[in-house]
């Protein structure tokens, strides 16, 4: 080869990757903060937030040919806390590097289990951990071991115990609305990251005073957005998707593959009642396969299935709910990987990576034509809030009109986030408008103001 070809032939090669890099959700599903956003909390006792300095989402992604680097300090763009079961941790900015694959490759051997902290992130730099607390039963003096108020658990937490505590569980009086928690200041969710109110039961009261939202909300008419990669770099989604496994069959509800096992006892462990009821342990479930329906996930809470985002198919894990859309064990990722987990923190990037510029279009690609919004209550009183039904990869100005067309307030949905609200307190009965526009698309909702 000529060095001329030799030349010509490297030229593609990097055009091919550079194209293929634009193009893979591992570098451009993150929600890299451009314009500034800070993380908000609130603490208890006050329904108005506070603002922080440190900056909230992804603050940069670079690639490599075969890594993406994200930068983040772990804080997201929706409220934070408070934490009303004694936790007397706040969000705290981590200023963590992740490293991911590009290429996710299925392990062949033995599954590697998850464990304690981070084993994915969310794509606005939040952690993933799995369904455990760190807290477990000791089976030498039968009471509770590690956590809080708890007995050090020989060797760690849950190291020679049988029966391992359900964080979603055990610690949801200490989640706020979007159901998240700090770990010495690291804000993470176990579970699906979208808000208690959202759900069609809600099992707790704590958005009633301090009101917040989730990453997404949960729509079962359209497959869900791209939430997220665990840590052997496989993509994690919302609660919905394709039917079947090759994007047809319209849209279901992805159900998890463990169930409770059937026991009023369990052995050499605490018994089964209203203290420890089933489901408080991870070892009270068991994973059940359903072969014929492609809805049921495996053990590893996943699929190899097509997606919007990789329409010729991936393995993709995805957040489990019930039919209340309250979550369902394993929740998100677990309790293994079904790839090699390579994923690791770094305090530095030594090899050469180029920089990832977003492109923002307001709304996900695949939902421009099912742009929407959601304004309730209608009549409304005292407030009004405005929900939008997808991700946002910008800030969104939403504008509140009387019906003559006259401009009364503005309010913003964060890049990450889903709602905005207008206090209507100080307004005339009568009608008005919400007006809001993205990805060259304009939405108008018409509200009702009744005292």
């Known amino acids: ?152 658990c020989p060797g760690g937490p849950g190291a020679t115990m049988a029966w391992n505590r359900d964080a979603v569980l055990a610690e949801r009086s200490g989640f706020d609305c979007a159901k998240g928690h700090p770990a010495m200041g690291n804000y993470h969710h176990h579970q699906n990251p979208s808000a208690f109110k959202l759900d069609k039961v809600v099992l707790t009261t704590i958005c009633n005073t301090y009101d917040a939202d989730g990453l997404y909300v949960i729509d079962s008419t359209k497959h869900s957005p791209l939430i997220g990669f665990a840590y052997d770099g496989f993509p994690i989604y919302g609660a919905y ?104 923190k770094v305090t530095s990037i030594t ?11 307001g709304i996900s690609a695949n939902e421009k034509d099912k742009f929407d919004i959601g304004v309730f209550p209608n009549p409304a009183n005292e407030f009004i809030a405005v929900q939008l039904n997808d991700l946002t990869k910008e800030n969104l100005a939403v504008v509140l009109y009387d019906i003559t067309g006259k401009e009364i307030q503005q309010q913003t949905i964060y890049q990450g986030s889903t709602i905005a609200y207008f206090d209507i307190r100080t307004l005339y009965n009568g009608e008005y408008l919400v007006k809001l526009t993205a990805a060259s698309q304009t939405v108008t909702k018409r509200i009702s103001i009744m005292r």
């Open 1 to 152: 080869m000529t060095q001329q070809k030799k030349i010509l032939f490297a030229t593609l090669l990097i055009s091919a990757f550079a194209a293929n890099a634009q193009t893979n959700p591992a570098i451009t599903a993150w929600l890299q903060n451009t314009t500034g956003i800070k993380g908000r909390h609130y603490v208890s006792g006050n329904s108005t937030p506070i603002n922080d300095n440190d900056s909230a989402n992804v603050l940069s992604v670079q690639y490599s040919g075969t890594s993406v680097y994200v930068r983040t300090n772990g804080v997201p763009s929706y409220i934070t806390g408070p934490f009303l079961d004694g936790n007397p941790s706040v969000t705290t900015a981590q200023n963590a590097i992740f490293k991911l694959p590009l290429n996710p490759t299925k392990n062949t051997g033995t599954p590697t289990a998850t464990a304690g902290g981070n084993i994915g992130q969310f794509i606005n730099g939040v952690a993933l951990f799995d369904y455990r607390d760190g807290v477990a039963w000791n089976n030498n003096t039968n009471a509770l071991c590690g956590g809080p108020g708890n007995a050090p």
């Open 351 to 361: 090899e050469t990576v180029t920089a990832y510029t977003p492109s923002t279009t």
């Open 241 to 344: 998707a394709y039917t079947n496994t090759d994007g047809t069959g319209g849209i279901s509800r992805m159900k998890s593959g463990y169930q409770l096992k059937s026991m009023t006892t369990r052995t050499n462990g605490p018994a089964v009642n209203t203290t420890y009821p089933l489901g408080y342990f991870r070892e009270d479930y068991e994973y059940i396969a359903h072969p014929a329906d492609p809805r049921y996930l495996d053990e590893h809470n996943g699929r190899i299935c097509n997606t919007p985002e990789y329409p010729n198919g991936i393995y993709c894990y995805f957040a489990t709910v019930d039919q209340q859309w309250n979550s369902a064990y394993p929740y998100v990722v677990g309790p293994t990987y079904y790839g090699t987990k390579v994923a690791t």
